[in-house]
């Protein structure tokens, strides 16, 4: 356990810059409340005053947590919600932010991750081209992705980027840890196409053969492979099937092993996500979220080329 809680005052110092006398709050579940737990106890060594709430587990991504939760996410100056699903696009979340609250989120981080992987990668280099990505965003218009044959367009016009850097040392910063990722929300109703994801799903793993989605007026219509009923059970109603999100991955450390926090990070990846994307500029408000992980596609931005077989074309 020694070595765990030095490697969390590590990721607490250099990625939340947690002072001494601060409010820490984790929030967890039963899966990983011992992972949890060593949070907490870096938070101590470090001398924050440190909380620990354990709640029931949600039961999918982007499920608010108890209101006492909520509550005490807005009072905390840090907080790490580490849990078997994730809290990123959750109102508690954006309501803590608009509080000053900076908050990480752990989804489904595993004890491997703590040790390996993207939580090893060096967050100035990754917020460097984190931040490049996110601008080149920022100033487009429209998506094209290709990818075996298929393509899926649509809108970005007037939404802002968001770069998830891992560094969330000021008052509101919000994102995952391990992070590296630069992701907007696509104009609702513009999707149109078909796209081949060959990487993993949030909530079903790894994919060993690969899902085919058709996607019309910006609403997944059609799901074809071996996960297909997987994956529409996740998205059960009209709202959670509509494209919420487009994301890049931007860390060199992050690999596939079937958990999203990690695997939407993998540079030379992207990843769509359907349901909920009200928590970061778009109007869908589903309860559930979900990732999907795209790998080596080429990317057009406003129809120039962005990314080939994954990888950006940027200085």
């Not at 011992?34 to 060594?45: E, F, N």
């Not at 699903?85 to 608009?98: F, N, P």
């Not at 931007?250 to 596939?256: E, F, G, L, Q």
């Amino acid at each position: 356990m020694s070595d765990s809680v030095e490697i969390c005052v590590n990721v607490l110092k250099d990625c939340l810059a947690l002072q001494k006398e601060e409010l820490f709050l984790v929030v967890t579940d039963e899966k990983k409340a011992d992972l949890a737990q060593h949070l907490y106890q870096a938070g101590r060594k470090i001398g924050a005053e440190s909380m620990l709430l354990l709640m029931e587990e949600r039961e999918k991504s982007g499920q608010e947590p108890p209101v006492p939760v909520a509550e005490a996410m807005k009072k905390a100056d840090a907080v790490v919600c580490i849990t078997e699903h994730s809290l990123t696009h959750t109102i508690a979340r954006k309501e803590a932010v608009a509080t000053g609250t900076r908050v990480a989120t752990m989804p489904g981080i595993t004890a491997d991750m703590f040790y390996h992987g993207a939580i090893t990668a060096n967050y100035q280099q990754v917020k460097v081209l984190t931040e490049k990505i996110t601008a080149y965003l920022e100033k487009s218009t429209e998506v094209r992705i290709e990818k075996d044959g298929e393509t899926l367009t649509f809108s970005i016009a007037g939404r802002h980027g968001i770069a998830s850097t891992g560094v969330l040392t000021e008052r509101g910063d919000s994102g995952n840890l391990p992070s590296g990722e630069a992701f907007i929300a696509p104009l609702e109703g513009t999707a149109s196409g078909k796209i081949k994801v060959d990487g993993s799903v949030a909530d079903i793993g790894i994919l060993h053969s690969p899902l085919w989605l058709t996607i019309e007026e910006g609403r997944l219509v059609e799901v074809e492979g071996e996960a297909a009923e997987q994956l529409l059970t996740l998205l059960h109603s009209d709202e959670s099937r509509q494209l919420a999100e487009f994301g890049i991955g931007t860390n060199n450390k992050a690999r596939i092993t079937g958990v999203v926090l990690e695997d939407e990070k993998v540079y030379g990846t992207i990843h769509l996500a359907f349901g909920s994307n009200v928590t970061f500029g778009g109007q869908i408000e589903a309860g559930v979220h979900i990732d999907l992980v795209i790998k080596e596609p080429d990317v057009y931005l406003d129809g120039e080329k962005f990314m080939d077989k994954g990888i950006p074309m940027v200085d």
